[in-house]
């Protein structure tokens, strides 16, 4: 998954968190890819503001 720019960055961070906050199983594949992503592109930040390090 790539990554555009902080403002698409700040998007899949909320849309991880949403997801996380389901509690779906069927939708941890995608929260873990988003989360991934993130992590992998300079954006560990967000991971931590939104509160998306883990399941």
Known sequence: MTIRDAAHARELAQKAK???ATHNQADKAEFEKIK???????YGALVREYGIESW
């Open 18 to 20: 949403a997801l996380k």
């Open 36 to 42: 991934t992503a993130l992590l992998s592109q300079g």
